[in-house]
């Protein structure tokens, strides 16, 4: 069944996906307006935001909307990623006139009290503590740090400490008015149970949420720094991370990346599985992570294994990052990683919420509602000679971040040292 779609009287626009099934409704207004958007001096404004923003909006305070909320067996969430803000609601549909409006309430009214900001900001810190602990968050943070330096994609979306201790309420308050201004979304899956429009109407004390259909721009890039990075913690295993910076969703060489995401880190069948764990027992756990973006997406290898096999596993490591640039995919090879893209697609698929959450992204980035669809359909015609063009194209050049004990540090750097990926760019200009 084909998308409804119409517009917020402000600009929004709203797309409606109808779908037989369970009588529930799940929305994603997703606003471009993410982490890489905090100014300087202010790493953490958007998530802080998002967090407050279901604490108290229009007439309801916190509690009152907590209360009109579960007391319908609903949920609702706000959380902010790197390219945008997102607010979630799933509810039965019997509900959905009642709730859908607090969506538009939420973003033209919050309460942003003094009392819930600080215990927002209190959790935020929490969390980022709790990151210093983990050596994985570890690696994955120093890694960050190497591909996009102080850029706009290189602090976690929590921010960091020293700026999110000096945020408060005037900063959301400054903040807040910049929401839409840089495109927004809105879609519905499910049986909504009354006309939407009327439901979606700007408070009668407001003016229309002016906002508007998100373009196709492409985000922020990288900042390549120093390809080797060490964290000392004292713990018993070693966390290898290699990574590069390659392309946004949507780009000509996305697909070929994603099936190269597909062959290296899907299932136990993946070859970093097979070769890593299966063949040679170096990982405790292994695995591949490409989320999509609006700028440079990073393309990450990720390694744990014992501190006493940190100079094997470093090499090994190292090796299938450099197969990648070498050794096209054998035809049955690239015939799973399609396979299991497709199977990936369909996955998403299943629910109302996986529904919305996949278009609101899609359509956030600027392209087509059935994007995925053509992604599909294209990716039947990409070749091996394809993926290593791409590959070659964009991960010539990776850096590797390590977290472990000190001896494990220096053997692992010394694989490095001695590993032809540490001299320099392999592979084609781009």
């Known amino acids: 069944m084909s998308p409804e779609r119409f517009a917020m009287p402000g600009g929004c626009p709203v797309w409606v996906q109808r779908r037989p099934g369970p009588e ?29 923003l279901s604490r108290g909006c229009g007439p309801l305070n916190g509690e009152a909307l907590a209360e009109l909320v579960e007391s319908r ?192 880190g899907v299932g136990m069948s993946s070859r970093l599985f097979v070769a890593l764990r299966e063949q040679h027992g170096l990982a405790y756990d292994v695995g591949v992570h490409a989320p999509a973006r609006r700028g440079a997406a990073p393309f990450v290898f990720h390694l744990s294994s014992s501190a006493e096999r940190a100079a094997e596993a470093t090499t090994r490591l190292l090796d299938e990052w450099q197969r990648l640039l070498e050794v096209p995919l054998a035809s049955a090879e690239l015939a799973l990683a399609r396979a299991k893209f497709r199977g990936q697609e369909a996955l998403g698929r299943q629910t109302c919420s996986q529904i919305a959450d996949r278009h609101a992204l899609i359509l956030s980035h600027g392209l087509d509602w059935d994007y995925a669809d053509g992604a599909l359909a294209q990716s039947s015609d990409l070749t091996p000679a394809d993926l290593l063009g791409a590959a070659q194209r964009w991960l010539g050049a990776p850096a590797l971040s390590l977290c472990g004990p000190a001896q494990a540090l220096e053997a692992a750097a010394s694989s490095w040292r001695r590993h032809p990926l540490s001299s320099g760019p392999l592979g084609v200009d781009r």
């Not at 905090?38 to 998530?47: A, E, I």
């Not at 959790?123 to 570890?138: I, S």
């Not at 994955?140 to 408060?168: A, C, I, K």
């Not at 979304?185 to 408070?203: F, K, M, Y």
């Open 73 to 264: 067996g609903a949920g609702l969430r706000c959380e902010a990623n790197e390219d945008g803000l997102l607010i979630s609601l799933k509810c039965a549909s019997a509900d959905s006139a009642a709730l859908l409006p607090l969506l538009l309430t939420m973003v033209q009214r919050p309460w942003l009290q003094p009392d819930q900001v600080e215990l927002e900001r209190h959790l935020n810190l929490q969390a980022l503590q709790r990151q210093r602990e983990d050596p994985f968050q570890l690696a994955h943070d120093q890694l960050r740090f190497q591909l996009y330096g102080s850029g706009p994609y290189g602090h976690d979306p929590l921010g960091v400490e020293e700026d999110l201790e000096q945020l408060g309420p005037a900063q959301l308050a400054q903040r807040l008015p910049d929401l839409g201004r840089e495109g927004a979304v809105l879609v519905i899956c499910g049986q909504p149970s009354a006309p939407l429009e009327p439901l979606l109407e700007p408070l009668e004390t407001c003016e229309p949420w002016a906002s508007f259909a998100p373009p196709r721009c492409d985000g922020p890039g990288g900042t390549p720094g120093e390809r080797l990075g060490l964290v000392s913690d004292d713990t018993e295993q070693l966390v290898l991370m290699l990574g590069a910076t390659t392309v946004p969703l949507g780009a000509t060489d996305a697909l070929a990346l994603r099936l190269l995401h597909c062959h290296l």
């Open 24 to 52: 529930i409704v799940s929305a994603k207004l997703l606003i471009r307006a993410g982490s890489s958007g905090d100014p300087v001096g202010g790493r953490g404004l958007t998530q802080l935001l998002a967090g407050v």
